[in-house]
Each structure stands twice: as structure tokens, then as C-alpha cells.
T-cell receptor, first 111, second 114 residues
Framework: EDQVTQSPEALRLQEGESSSLNCSYT??????LFWYRQDPGKGPEFLFT???AGEEKEKERLKATLTKKESFLHITAPKPEDSATYLCAVRGGGGGNKLTFGTGTQLKVEL | EAEVAQSPRYKITEKSQAVAFWCDPISGHATLYWYRQILGQGPELLVQFQDESVVDDSQLPKDRFSAERLKGVDSTLKIQPAELGDSAMYLC????????????FGPGTRLTVT
């Protein structure tokens, strides 16, 4: 069974204070690791897909990296508008297109 | 920018009543998913459609939940009868195809069962 563990559960940063969110996973035959952003009361917003160890993707202040056991979402010089819950999900090799999600990291960036 | 549409956005119902949610995927997306998200947790897949066919409904509580996508476009998820434990956010997502495509989520329907 695919499993995803995200840490920390919650993170509070000052504006401009860079940090990283962790996503550890166990999956049989990884067919994609996904990062989503979710604002309160809204659906998840797609950010990145990573397929193989060593792959990196960037978007504005966010950079996602992937190893064989975990992924990191690096946030450089965050702004208050980056405050949200960041979800990690994996698609395993068991067939279909099922995503298994972690419980998320709730990020709050303060002035 | 194309988006997944869902309605209603909020629904309050009493236990034992029937409730239905509607989803219209992004145009051209053949695959449609219904997820349930309990507060503080990640979404969990309930059912996946490829066009009008069910691909995976292994996590759908079939004694009370049903889902259909009759013409392979929009979809309806129904709960009858609703139970207190069904209170959650119900999310619809769609993707262009099956294995190699990202899933895009709608805004969700927040269900409260009293």
C-alpha cells in the first residue's frame, strides 16, 4: 500500500525566511510525485509533477526536488500570500491513476 | 483558463436525507475523479471514471454512495442516506487522460450532516 508522510504538520515563517517542506513516501513503482497548494475552503491547486530521482522543478519562489525516498518543497524568501496548506501525493505502480495524499503541511508566513 | 466546476459549494442536510453533488470537468478531459477530504487530512479517492465507465470504485461505500457519468462529461455523486460521518469536503478532479496526466481539482462541495 502506498504511503505518504509530510513534515512538519505546521510551519510558521517570517516574510523572507526560506525553508523546506518534506514529503517521505513508500510506493511500489513510482509513476509520479505531485505537489498541490490548498487554500482554506478551496480545492487543491496543482503545482508540480516529478517523475524520477534527481528531477527538480521551479515556479516563482517554489522549487521541488525528488529522491528515491522523499521530496522537498523549498520556499525561497516567502511572502504572506504563500500561506496555505501544501499537499504531496504519489501515484504508484498498482494501476489506474489513483493518487495517495499526505496530510499536508500548513504554512503561515507573517510580516 | 479552464476550470472544474462543482455545485453546490455548500450543503447542509439532516442525517438520513439524500444529497447529490454535481461536477463538470475541464472540456476534453476524459478522466474524472471524486475525492472526499476530511478536515485536516488529504483527499481520498472515492471513484474514478474513464469516459462513462467506472475504472476504480474500490473505496466507494456502495451501500449508500453512488456515482454516475452517463454521457462521459459531467458527473453526479449521491449519498443516500447521509450519516453524520459523511461531513467532509467532496472534491471533483479531472485529467486529460489516465496514467501520465496531472489531475486538476474543482472548488469542492462542503457537506455538513446534522
Amino acid at each position: 500500500e502506498d504511503q505518504v508522510t509530510q513534515s512538519p504538520e505546521a510551519l510558521r515563517l517570517q516574510e523572507g525566511e526560506s525553508s523546506s517542506l518534506n514529503c517521505s513516501y513508500t510506493v511500489s513503482g513510482l509513476r509520479g510525485l505531485f505537489w498541490y497548494r490548498q487554500d482554506p475552503g478551496k480545492g487543491p491547486e496543482f503545482l508540480f509533477t516529478l517523475y524520477s530521482a534527481g528531477e527538480e522543478k521551479e515556479k516563482e519562489r517554489l522549487k521541488a526536488t525528488l529522491t528515491k525516498k522523499e521530496s522537498f518543497l523549498h520556499i525561497t524568501a516567502p511572502k504572506p500570500e504563500d500561506s496555505a496548506t501544501y499537499l504531496c501525493a504519489v501515484r504508484g505502480g498498482g494501476g489506474g491513476n489513483k493518487l495517495t495524499f499526505g496530510t499536508g503541511t500548513q504554512l503561515k508566513v507573517e510580516l | 483558463e479552464a476550470e472544474v466546476a462543482q455545485s453546490p459549494r455548500y450543503k447542509i442536510t439532516e442525517k438520513s436525507q439524500a444529497v447529490a453533488f454535481w461536477c463538470d470537468p475541464i472540456s476534453g478531459h476524459a478522466t474524472l475523479y471524486w475525492y472526499r477530504q476530511i478536515l485536516g487530512q488529504g483527499p481520498e479517492l472515492l471513484v474514478q471514471f474513464q469516459d462513462e465507465s467506472v475504472v476504480d470504485d474500490s473505496q466507494l461505500p456502495k451501500d449508500r454512495f453512488s456515482a454516475e457519468r452517463l454521457k462521459g462529461v459531467d458527473s453526479t455523486l449521491k449519498i443516500q442516506p447521509a450519516e453524520l460521518g459523511d461531513s467532509a469536503m467532496y472534491l471533483c478532479a479531472s485529467s486529460y487522460g489516465d496514467s501520465l496526466y496531472e489531475q486538476y481539482f474543482g472548488p469542492g462541495t462542503r457537506l455538513t450532516v446534522t
